[in-house]
């Protein structure tokens, strides 16, 4: 650790700087951001070290990813120090660490939100130009077509050798989960990185569990690992297919529902239709709706939703920016009116979902060819 003064509290500090480092990278902004979540004194504001992470370029999603997960390590934690104590005292104390992380997670949806508004003032960040959080998608391919695949990989791979490191990615309901790899080298058409149980879940958690996306230089373009070989100590990867990180071009963190949602849907007379929500951001929705295959309602119509979010209804007021279909079910994707109650409620239900995705992913049963490789 190279960045900041002598802390107090070395394991604690290491352990969560450790976490937020895989992810965010070692740098003087992700010390102070360690500082604030142990409570340490540290001359940076929380929002002004949430806004330099955010304008290095960070995703929104590696940061309540990240955060989520020093959460998850301090509660365990303070369970496994407080195991002998009262139940009482052991429950205090685990919504004293609840809160503090709630308040860290509030502010940063709350800088976010200034920094995409202040950006999309200047112009700089687009988002009409992107098909909203899921949906037809080809246009972005104009990026992979204006750089050839083989000088992609073999500048990609030129990288790597340099960094001797490689982030590797997978996504689960809409979350982005990555950690940074040792890069060992090439072997024959394979490439080399050192495994790891954190390289192991970032694998298991892709349907196929051999698949995983490594990011290519940019940053921009993604590309698909898939396991050739497990050796002692590190795996051989193939290189498949690139594709656009389509994550990285969106405003806010939208998460794919598992519970089943309905939602009615309204516009001016005509009949209400009944649908499910299948995902969930504080800047739009997606809905499915079963049974026809065509969209019942066009781009730029204006629609009314009613849904509801943990124990509350909710109206939601949006446009319908695109639409689609999937087997027997039309989707449309609707970009929501800014009302500050029914965002505040949205921010709640994304933060539970969210939540929700991380301990599964925590939990998650290692496949036996990667529990073995760990042996």
């Known amino acids: 650790m190279k960045h900041g003064k002598k802390h107090n509290k070395p394991l604690q500090f290491e352990k969560n700087y450790s976490i937020l480092s895989k992810t965010l990278g070692d740098s003087q902004a992700t010390y102070d951001l360690t500082a604030h979540i142990c409570h340490e004194q540290v001359a940076t504001s929380l929002e002004q070290v949430l806004s330099q992470l955010l304008q290095s370029g960070t995703h929104i999603h590696h940061l309540l990813s990240s955060i989520s997960a020093c959460e998850q390590q301090r509660l365990q934690y303070a369970f496994d120090s407080a195991k002998t104590l009262p139940v009482e005292i052991q429950f205090s104390s685990a919504k004293r660490i609840i809160d503090d992380f709630n308040q860290i997670q509030d502010t940063l949806l709350l800088v976010a939100d200034q920094y995409f508004e202040h950006i999309s003032v200047q112009k700089t960040h687009d988002i009409s130009q992107v098909q909203a959080d899921t949906g037809n998608r080809s246009m972005l391919h104009s990026t992979l ?51 790891n149980e954190d390289i192991a879940r970032i694998f298991a958690i892709h349907p196929s569990e051999h698949a995983a996306f490594a990011v290519c230089e940019g940053e921009k373009i993604q590309v698909r690992l898939s396991i050739k070989a497990i050796k002692g100590g590190y795996i051989l990867l193939h290189i498949g297919k690139t594709f656009p990180i389509y994550a990285e071009s969106r405003k806010h963190l939208n998460l794919q529902v598992e519970e089943h949602i309905p939602v009615t849907i309204r516009m001016g007379k005509k009949r209400q239709l009944h649908a499910r929500l299948h995902d969930l951001s504080i800047g739009g929705i997606g809905i499915n709706v079963h049974g026809i295959n065509q969209a019942p309602y066009n781009i730029g119509d204006n629609i009314e939703c009613q849904l509801t979010l943990g124990t509350q209804p909710v109206t939601l007021q949006g446009t319908v920016r695109w639409t689609g279909s999937s087997n027997d079910e039309a989707r449309i994707g609707v970009e929501l009116q800014h009302n500050k109650n029914s965002q505040q409620l949205i921010q709640k239900e994304v933060l539970r979902m969210q939540r929700n995705i991380i301990n599964a992913i925590n939990q998650l049963e290692l496949p036996a060819t990667l529990q073995k490789a760990l042996a």
């Open 145 to 195: 077509e204006q750089k050839s695949y083989q000088d992609t990989i073999q500048s990609s791979i030129a990288a790597w050798k340099k960094s001797k490191s490689i982030a590797i990615r997978n996504y689960h309901l809409g979350l982005t989960v990555r950690t940074i790899a040792t890069f060992l080298g090439e072997e024959g058409d394979a490439i080399k990185i050192k495994m």
